[in-house]
């Protein structure tokens, strides 16, 4: 768990295989997911995703909703 950072979120371990999951997604949310200041599980950026595309009907809007979103864990951490 020492690859997680200095974050004071709360870790889980998956029961999935994280790599196979990464490979499986969009080139999009891989591209995201390398960039993310958090340790995003794949499963969790897919259904964060999904749920922001099918409110805003647009993908770009959709990757805005989730930079948001990780904004916010952000700001939790920093509060803990």
């Given at each position: 768990?020492?690859?997680?950072?200095?974050?004071?979120?709360?870790?889980?371990?998956?029961?999935?295989?994280?790599?196979?999951?990464?490979?499986?997604?969009?080139?999009?949310?891989?591209?995201?997911?390398?960039g993310a200041a958090l340790p995003w599980r794949p499963k969790s950026v897919v259904r964060a995703y999904n749920r922001f595309l099918r409110q805003t009907n647009d993908a770009g809007m959709a990757l805005k909703k989730l930079e948001e979103l990780q904004q916010q864990k952000l700001s939790i951490d920093q509060k803990i």
């Open positions: 768990m020492k690859n997680l950072g200095e974050t004071k979120l709360k870790k889980r371990r998956s029961k999935s295989d994280s790599m196979k999951d990464f490979d499986k997604l969009p080139k999009l949310l891989r591209d995201w997911l390398n």
